[in-house]
């Protein structure tokens, strides 16, 4: 191979991989028992579900993933108690009541327990997020390697006796 077939070769691959890079997220799932990184399109949609502490009943937070940030669009529930907010943006849908908004996180902290259930769920994946431990962070970081970084990491602690 020429040396300009070689460099035009190295930019192409460069050239897709910044295009990946800049068009991905790397949500960042971290606890006490382990990490795991899910690689995102910016903008894609999360969503957080659980049963509510104090009203008992099943909660969803809908999250669109962007570099460096979460952004709760919307929140769902099915019960309508104490603290919730009786005036604003929301509807009605399929029996839940959906409050639409617009607040931006850094990260989540997320005290696990049982009665609580917390679950993650992207483009139909489902993670239990209490396998994690009974604290757990989330939050997006970087891009392609972030993710490249979390899969190799967790590889080489598979792989050790």
């Known amino acids: 191979m020429s040396i300009r077939s070689s460099a035009v070769l ?5 050239t897709v991989f910044l295009f990946v890079q800049t068009k991905y997220t790397t949500l960042i799932i971290e606890g ?3 990490v795991d990184g899910l690689l995102l399109k910016n903008g894609e949609i999360v969503e957080l579900s659980f049963v509510h502490s104090v ?3 099943r909660w969803v ?3 669109e993933i962007h570099p460096n940030r979460l952004i709760l669009i919307e929140a769902k529930t099915k019960s309508f108690g104490w603290g919730l907010p009786y005036n604003g943006n929301f509807s009605f849908e399929d029996g839940w009541m959906v409050f639409r908004m617009h607040r931006t996180f850094r990260e989540l902290r997320i005290s696990t327990s049982d009665i609580n259930d917390y679950t993650l769920i992207v483009g139909g ?3 239990k997020l209490d396998s994690f431990g009974d604290l757990v962070t ?3 970081k ?4 972030q993710w490249i970084k979390i899969k190799a990491c967790n590889c080489l602690k598979q792989n050790k006796v």
Request: charged fraction near 20%; avoid cysteine; proline fraction near 4%.
């Open 10 to 14: 190295l930019i192409s691959i460069l």
């Open 125 to 127: 994946k489902i993670l």
């Open 138 to 140: 989330i939050r997006p």
């Open 55 to 57: 009203e008992l009943s």
């Open 142 to 145: 970087g891009g392609l390697i």
């Open 61 to 63: 937070e809908v999250y």
């Open 32 to 34: 006490k028992n382990g």
